[in-house]
């Protein structure tokens, strides 16, 4: 994997834990608390998954078995 796609990910990983908030405060607000969870979980779900992914891909890149490819100029 090069590195600017690791990077790309983080960066969706963390936009997805910020629209997790957003999305769980705002329906907050006008919904319910139980509902505004559901709404917000497929978001939840994918960040963490991603997080995950990247966990093990440094993990792999660490011990050497994968490394994460420097971009080419």
């Known amino acids: 994997m090069r590195q600017s796609t690791y990077v790309r990910l983080g ?21 319910g608390d139980r509902t505004s969870m559901l709404l917000s ?4 779900l994918t960040a963490l998954a991603l997080v995950c992914l990247l966990f093990t891909l440094a993990l792999l890149s660490v011990t050497g078995l994968r490394p994460i490819e420097p971009d080419g100029e």
Do not use: E, S
């Open 11 to 31: 960066l969706l990983a963390f936009g997805l834990i910020l629209v997790t908030f957003v999305v769980r405060g705002t329906t907050r607000l006008v919904i």
């Open 41 to 44: 979980l497929p978001f939840g």
